[in-house]
């Protein structure tokens, strides 16, 4: 693996930065490639084999920039795509579950988890398997929430609207006396506050992009790839609308991204 | 045109089916082939490059099945692409904006139309082009309303939510004291009560998918190419999720369908 090669990190739009924003925190010198899916989103509502044939497209395109590893930083992604596109390829792959499901299962003391998420992602009951297989023990609560996206792309952070879907959303998650949520979408960060309102002070709210970025630190550490080199000079593409892309990752990445690139990914 | 071929109609997912509905029941010996891009959905936050590029691919695959018309059964591909695929293809292209801002110039009595859409469609201007081409005196105020297909879409028709997200969105067009407004979205005649006792019971509401399939029939009736045969045989195609496009499908069209099929759109 060549150390100072950069990490290619994908999502079907701009949630995906959260992630980023995680790894940039946490590794700093590492360069990164993103890709966001624009042209296709959202993701959350599409079946499993579409969403792996745009997985393997994207991973083609970061590929032709020589990436010494992958994150999947989208959890409906993550929940289809990840076995397909770790088997299909040599290098290391990450994705947001599994790091979100160990964060969960260390926070529970009661051993009653949330997890809200997209269609796709809680269908799959995915977050499930990867919590069950470290610990059979624990009940697991799903619930998908498919207006949380629209609501954050309207900015409705603090909203009295978003108060209200919550409150629906949340009628029966609180009725199970959960003491963990799992946000299992990468957007759902952005409505960390009004959720955690919402849901009640008491509950842990867990956020997959930090574990997600410690877990990229270890694999490269044990492949001996973390960066020597210093200033990373990252890179930015989606498949639609470069400009409000780019507005959007300069109020929550720490860096200033002064390029974005169109593509079109239905070629790879 | 040979006039017992079929019609070519398309949007973006399931709302084009509003489309679709009217034109069975306006011309009902008329066979359809339907194409909805599930995959790629929604159209209405997405660049006019970007609806193009799809919007050629369609229209590629709908030729294959040798249509004598085609119909974009979308606000925001006809805001879009109208002109670019009529340019492109000799035979006959209907979009919904022309009809339904014909439809609104002959409702308003005090010249004051207000239109609702996605984001494209009312950026795009489209609304206020087409309806001041017909009378320039009439004033137009547009209004972005993201939230209403996610909301269609969770089946929250006559929540509280809704009315507070279309009090919400409706305010300012209200204090315009507009009398008629144009449901600039296939997927909002399916709000329409809603929307209706939000707005106010005096302001006329415009579904431009009852005036798209007469003017449909009139452009076939010019060309001496309605279609002779009985019985049609409608098909119903879809970029992903097949079975959930049709039991959706069955509960708002007048005939049962019974076979949708999912094809690859990127490979046209």
Tied chains: 1, 2.
Excluded at 136 to 145: E, L
Excluded at 183 to 200: A, E, F, S
Aim: proline share 4%; with cysteine; hydrophobic share 40%.
């Amino acid at each position: 693996m060549e150390s100072n090669a950069p990490i290619g990190v994908f999502d079907s739009g701009v949630g995906g930065l959260t992630v980023v924003r995680e790894i940039m925190r946490q590794i700093p010198g590492e360069e990164i490639i993103y890709f966001g899916d624009t042209a296709r989103l959202p993701y959350g509502s599409k079946s499993k084999e579409t969403i792996i044939g745009f997985s393997r497209q994207i991973v083609k395109f970061l590929r032709t920039k020589e990436v010494k590893a992958i994150v999947i930083a989208c959890n409906t992604a993550s929940a289809f795509a990840l076995e397909t596109i770790s088997q299909e390829n040599e290098i290391p792959v990450v994705g947001v579950v599994g790091p979100g499901a160990k964060v969960a299962v260390e926070a529970t003391k009661n051993g009653k988890i949330g997890v809200i998420g997209t269609f796709g992602t809680v269908n799959s009951n995915i977050y499930t398997q990867y919590i069950r297989d470290i610990n059979a023990d624990i009940q697991v609560f799903s619930k998908a929430c498919p207006l949380f996206v629209p609501l954050v792309e309207e900015g409705w952070l603090y909203d009295p609207v978003t108060i209200e879907v919550a409150e629906r959303y949340f009628s029966e998650l609180k009725s199970y006396g959960i003491d963990t949520m799992v946000l299992g979408c990468t957007h759902y960060p952005l409505l960390r506050h009004t959720l955690q309102k919402v849901i009640g002070e008491e509950v842990t709210l867990v956020n997959p992009a930090y574990e997600t970025a410690i877990s990229l630190k270890r694999v490269l550490q044990e492949n001996n790839a973390l960066r020597k080199d210093a200033l990373p000079e990252h890179q930015f593409y989606v498949s639609d609308g470069a400009e409000r892309f780019q507005s959007f990752a300069n109020t929550i990445l720490p860096c200033r991204v002064i390029e974005t690139t169109d593509i079109n990914i239905e070629k790879y």
